[in-house]
């Protein structure tokens, strides 16, 4: 293992080498761009949670019943840090990994990859299609519909707004903003 933290490039090398769908890649980015903000927010390392954020979903495509298992596989035969491949599989605890999460980076991924679903699909029916003129309550008045973005798993969200100890508006209000820096490659500026 390397302790040096991977580039953005090899590491959306290696998201493209295992994933095609376009709408998994666009959540990568989604995720990524808002592990970035979040890191600069706390004052973190913004390349070391950015690849974190774009590699989270690295075995969903190729092996869905290996989710994260997989990905520590191809991580680690990348040489990439033991700190990094945790903190990927730290994100499907209670899913599909006993993994914990920890730190304040795991806890982010953990909480924000689930309402970067949330904030996409309340984004594609808001008339712009935009994430530049949402705001958190347009977010939590879908929250309320269990039928709206049905696959969004609301509990997990919750949980990983308590185990950072911030209100789940500041959590979305977060979610947006990061967003907002990468809504051209993700599809989501729209009209806005």
């Known amino acids: 293992m390397s302790n040096q933290i991977p580039s953005r490039e090899t590491a959306l090398s290696l ?7 376009d709408s998994l890649i666009k959540h990568a980015y989604a995720v990524e761009g ?3 903000y979040m890191a600069r927010k ?6 070391e949670w950015g690849v974190v954020g774009l590699i989270h979903d690295l075995d969903y495509e190729q092996f869905p019943d290996q989710h994260c298992t997989k990905t520590a596989e191809i991580l680690a035969q990348n040489r990439w840090p033991e700190h990094l491949i945790r903190a990927v599989v730290s994100h499907g605890w209670g899913i599909c990994s006993d993994v914990k999460p920890e ?4 806890k982010v991924l953990y909480a924000i990859d689930e309402l970067t679903g949330l904030v996409a699909t309340s984004a594609l029916v808001r008339p712009t299609k935009s994430v530049l003129d949402m705001k958190a309550k347009s977010v939590k008045k879908k929250w309320k519909d269990k039928r709206f973005a049905a696959g969004v798993d609301r509990n997990i969200i919750q949980q990983g707004a308590d185990m950072l100890g911030v209100d789940l508006g500041d959590l979305i209000t977060d979610t947006i903003m990061g967003m907002r820096e990468v809504s051209e490659q993700i599809g989501l500026k729209g009209d806005a």
């Open 42 to 47: 706390y004052g973190e390392d913004e390349d």
């Open 103 to 106: 730190t304040t980076l795991e």
């Open 34 to 36: 808002v592990m970035r």
């Open 15 to 21: 998201l493209k080498k295992y994933n095609q769908s």
